[in-house]
């Protein structure tokens, strides 16, 4: 049965499936905008660490004011409201929850929550892709112990190319590529928050609306989310990075069988079963014609000359040959489609995407001169980008994740454009994020088979 009919049954059951969101950004105020038209789910509640965000992220998405005037979660659910609550833990807690929607943007946040998910029995949905791409093998392997679903977030790039790798393998051809398409030039890696707008060339009045985070949109810009949105893929689909990292080759939804193809055959690829993010800029700035700059895609090999002759036959876009195809999807809408993620979840137990291995990992460097004493701001700041690594690479070199280069001290001089790790900054070993992230590398070194 389709997830839609799914729900409409537990509509008319008067079960819906109980939502509980954490954060009212963006992404959490997609979904606001869609829940209370969804048949089949009930948003009891949601926390945010500023109950006034929570309020006009509500407000903004046309929810009535005499939803979300309820006591508790249990008057919530009772009355078919919806309560507001700083406290992430008393929502996870709570059981009139069913399900958790984890959409902070904080590693350590994030972390935190999945943890306490598992110790309530809560399914949960990790838009935080932060937190996934920090420990998220780690977290899924919690989560099966305690019998929850862990789940990336439909709607989201990472569980949308997780979609197509996974219709590729179950039509048996073999993945070449897979990934996703963005705005990128060379000198993005040194954007700050001070010079992230004029990049992207939003309004005044745009920005005035209140759902834009520079360091958000920066790390968009500077290739730090694409290097954690690609490690998340990594590791839940088994596909390696490149050994340097993401190259950016500019590319059209025409040209991605061309260029997503190992070098062997005339690609940009060091190998077949890969990454790779697609630029919608070519190097001098000029946009490239039919890019892929929202939307995702994956490549794949025929295999024989029988099923070369069915993809021309059917249309598929392919390179010189024939040999190679791509599939695309033009664009996303993150918040706007998680409701698949929930349904999912929620009634079929199948995640739409989740980490099984350690493969992926995303290291900090520097974007300029870093000294002893500074302080790393992390994702989207000041001071480092993300770049993405092999996870045996990044362990052997004792690297950075960047999901910790935030609010730690600066202990030994990095130049610009060096990979942080961990000896050149003072941390704080008694955070729970440290510990989970020393507790997954240490699980990984000592067995492998993680990988």
């Not at 309560?83 to 959409?103: F, K, N, R, W």
């Not at 810009?221 to 596909?239: F, Q």
């Not at 291995?357 to 974007?367: H, M, T, W």
Request: glycine share 10%.
């Amino acid at each position: 049965m389709s997830l839609s009919r799914l729900l409409g049954a537990r509509a008319t059951e008067g079960r819906p499936v109980r939502v509980g969101l954490i954060g009212a950004g963006k992404f959490g105020s997609m979904y606001l905008a869609q829940a209370r038209r969804t048949p089949g789910m009930h948003l009891v509640g949601v926390a945010d660490v500023a109950i006034e965000r929570a309020r006009e992220a509500l407000s903004r998405t046309s929810w009535p004011p005499d939803q979300v005037a309820a006591r508790s979660f249990e008057a919530a659910l009772a009355r078919g409201g919806t309560y507001l609550t700083d406290d992430a833990e008393q929502l996870i807690a709570s059981d009139a929850v069913d399900l958790v929607i984890e959409a902070t943007g904080s590693p350590a946040a994030g972390i935190r929550h999945a943890l306490l998910c598992c110790r309530h029995g809560r399914d949960v949905i990790m838009v935080n892709v932060e937190a996934d791409a920090l420990a998220g093998p780690l977290l899924a392997r919690r989560a099966a112990e305690a019998g929850i679903v862990y789940s990336l977030a439909y709607g989201d790039q990472p569980s949308l190319i997780c979609e197509l790798v996974d219709w590729a393998r179950t039509i048996g051809v073999e993945v070449i590529c897979a990934g996703k398409g963005t705005k990128y030039l060379p000198e993005y890696h040194a954007s700050t928050p001070d010079t992230v707008w004029r990049y992207y060339g939003f309004t005044e009045e745009q920005l005035a609306t209140g759902d834009f985070n520079a360091k958000m949109f920066n790390s968009f810009l500077d290739g730090t989310k694409s290097a954690i949105e690609m490690a998340a893929v990594a590791n839940a689909t088994g596909l390696l990075p490149d050994r340097e990292g993401l190259r950016f080759p500019p590319a059209s939804v025409y040209d991605l069988p061309q260029v997503c193809r190992p070098r062997s055959v005339g690609g940009a690829l060091e190998q077949a079963g890969t990454l790779e993010v697609v630029s919608s800029l070519h190097r001098d700035g000029r946009p490239v014609e039919h890019g892929l700059r929202w939307g995702v895609y994956v490549t794949f090999v025929a295999g024989s000359a029988y099923v070369a002759d069915c993809f021309s036959q059917y249309g598929l876009i392919t390179d010189t040959t024939g040999q190679y195809a791509a599939l695309y999807r033009p664009s996303h809408l993150i918040g706007l489609e998680l409701g698949i993620s929930v349904a999912s979840v929620a009634l079929r137990r199948e995640a739409t995407g989740a980490p099984e291995s350690f493969v992926g990992d995303v290291v900090a460097v520097a974007k300029r001169d870093l000294d002893p004493g500074e302080q790393l701001d992390g994702e989207g700041g000041f001071t480092v980008f993300g770049r993405l690594a092999l996870a045996l690479d990044s362990l052997a070199a004792g690297c950075l994740p960047i999901g910790l280069a935030q609010r730690c001290a600066v202990a030994n001089p990095v130049r610009a454009g060096d990979i942080v790790k961990w000896e050149d900054v003072r941390m704080d070993e008694t955070s729970k994020a440290v510990q989970v992230r020393r507790e997954m590398e240490s699980l990984f070194l000592a067995a492998p088979e993680m990988a």
